[in-house]
């Protein structure tokens, strides 16, 4: 990957709390990656996709809720720690109030069939978000074999042999740190 780009100098708190707001009022699931890269690369053009990846990789490693992880991130990178402020604002405002008006309409009450329905199609449609991201970022990213080959160890690590996720990240990440190692042109492996 490329080094970071220089971000945007004429971006406010106030566009960074209402892009994160917009998009943590209609990115429903686990689609927010999706609006994410939609939003942050598509359409402001406030990261490039090297900088989307890398930063959702961080987030990803990090503890918490990833798209809170990248608005902090994305927030920081712009203004600082009052961009990164208002990016965690305006991402977990509309949840927040989201799940309170599900909650109240969901729990306590018994349940309720359209509701179920209605989460059940969303949860659908968010499955689909991130496979589509997931397509276009791993066009961009993974060109070598070697990628490949990690990617697959992973998925066969977590799905067919139900390990943990945090110690196969760390073999797999650890393994993949050690073979993208800087190397003399003497040690570098065959293309």
Not at 113 to 139: E, K
Not at 141 to 157: E, I, N, Q, W, Y
């Amino acid at each position: 990957m490329s080094e970071p780009t220089t971000p945007p100098a004429d971006v406010t708190i106030k566009e960074i709390f209402l892009t994160f707001l917009i998009i943590g009022a209609t990115s429903f699931g686990g689609g927010v990656v999706a609006y994410l890269r939609d939003s942050l690369v598509g359409k402001r053009r406030w990261l490039d996709d090297s900088d989307f990846i890398r930063m959702l990789s961080i987030s990803q490693t990090l503890p918490g809720l990833n798209a809170t992880n990248m608005a902090v991130l994305v927030g920081d990178r712009l203004r600082g720690a009052a961009g990164a402020i208002a990016a965690m604002l305006g991402i977990c405002l509309p949840g927040g109030l989201f799940m309170f008006a599900a909650g109240t309409m969901y729990g306590g009450h018994g349940e309720r069939p359209f509701v179920s329905a209605m989460l059940h199609g969303v949860a659908a449609a968010a499955v689909g978000l991130i496979l589509a991201v997931t397509v276009q970022l791993g066009r961009k990213s993974l060109d070598r074999a070697s990628d490949l080959v990690f990617v697959t160890l992973t998925v066969t690590g977590i799905n067919l042999l139900h390990l943990s996720i945090p110690y196969l990240l760390l073999a797999v990440g650890g393994a993949a740190v050690w073979w993208y190692r800087p190397r003399t042109a003497a040690e570098r492996p065959e293309p």
